[in-house]
C-alpha cells in the first residue's frame, strides 16, 4: 500500500541552525504533497503544500520542493527559532484514491537557545 | 466559520461500551477523514470519505464505522470499545486542492 518514510527524530538543534527532514513517498497515481506541524498539546497545522512537480511551497521560512524523479519532499528552513520546536509530518494526499491523505510517523524537533 | 468541530474533546468509556464521536465541518468540503494518533506511531487513517453517501476503509478501520448521510458530517462510531482504541481522534475536511482542516481532537480513554 501507499507509504511514507520520514527521517527519524528527534532532531535536536541549536538557533539559527540549519534544519533538514526527510520524506520519501510512495509515488501510486500522482499525489498533492503537504507537510503539517504539531505543537505541543496542540491539533495539526497546514504548514507548506506542492501540488505538482518542481512546485517549491513556502511558510514562515519553510520551504520544500516536490522532487517526482525521487519521490521526494524534504522540508528545510535556513534558521530555526526556538519556537519552531515541534513535531512536523510529511503527508501525500491521492485525490485520484478517495483523498486519501497519509502521514509519516513524524519527527520531532527541538531548537535550544 | 467554525471550520472542523469535534464533540466530545474528552470521553472515558468502559470496556464494552459504545458511542460516536462527531465531527462537522461548514466550508462545504468534499471530503472527509478520520484518524487516531498514539505516541510514536503518527496519525493513522481509520475512514475516509468523498462525499455523501461514499465511504472507504483506511489503515486501520477495525472496530470502527462511518457514514456520510450529509456533506457536513462525519460521526465515528465505536461499536464495542476496548482499552486499545485509547487515543487521540482527529477528523478532518477538504477540498480538492486545498489540503485538510484539522479538527481540535477528542481524547478518549477506554478503561
Known amino acids: 500500500g501507499d507509504s511514507v518514510t520520514q527521517m527519524e527524530g528527534p532532531v535536536t538543534l541549536s538557533e539559527e541552525a540549519f534544519l533538514t527532514i526527510n520524506c520519501t513517498y510512495t509515488a501510486t497515481g500522482y499525489p498533492s504533497l503537504f507537510w503539517y506541524v504539531q505543537y505541543p498539546g496542540e491539533g495539526l497545522q497546514l504548514l507548506l503544500k506542492?501540488?505538482?512537480?518542481?512546485d517549491k511551497g513556502s511558510n514562515k521560512g519553510f520551504e520544500a520542493t516536490y522532487r517526482k524523479e525521487t519521490t521526494s519532499f524534504h522540508l528545510e528552513k535556513g534558521s530555526v527559532q526556538v519556537s519552531d520546536s515541534a513535531v512536523y509530518f510529511c503527508?501525500?494526499?491521492?485525490?485520484?484514491?478517495?483523498?486519501?491523505?497519509?502521514f509519516g510517523q513524524g519527527t520531532e524537533l527541538s531548537v535550544k537557545p | 466559520n467554525a471550520g472542523v468541530t469535534q464533540t466530545p474533546k474528552f470521553q472515558v468509556l468502559k470496556t464494552g461500551q459504545s458511542m460516536t464521536l462527531q465531527c462537522a465541518q461548514d466550508?462545504?468540503?468534499?471530503?472527509m477523514s478520520w484518524y487516531r494518533q498514539d505516541p510514536g506511531m503518527g496519525l493513522r487513517l481509520i475512514h475516509y470519505?468523498?462525499?455523501?453517501?461514499?465511504?472507504d476503509q483506511g489503515e486501520v478501520p477495525n472496530g470502527y464505522n462511518v457514514s456520510r448521510s450529509t456533506t457536513e458530517d462525519f460521526p465515528l462510531r465505536l461499536l464495542s470499545a476496548a482499552p486499545s482504541q485509547t487515543s487521540v481522534y482527529f477528523c478532518?475536511?477538504?477540498?480538492?486542492?486545498?489540503?485538510?482542516?484539522f479538527g481540535s481532537g477528542t481524547r478518549l480513554t477506554v478503561v
Open positions: 503527508a501525500p494526499l491521492y485525490y485520484n484514491q478517495g483523498g486519501k491523505l497519509i
Open positions: 506542492a501540488t505538482k512537480a518542481d
Open positions: 478532518a475536511s477538504s477540498s480538492q486542492g486545498v489540503g485538510y482542516t
Open positions: 466550508m462545504n468540503h468534499e471530503y
Open positions: 470519505s468523498v462525499g455523501a453517501g461514499i465511504t
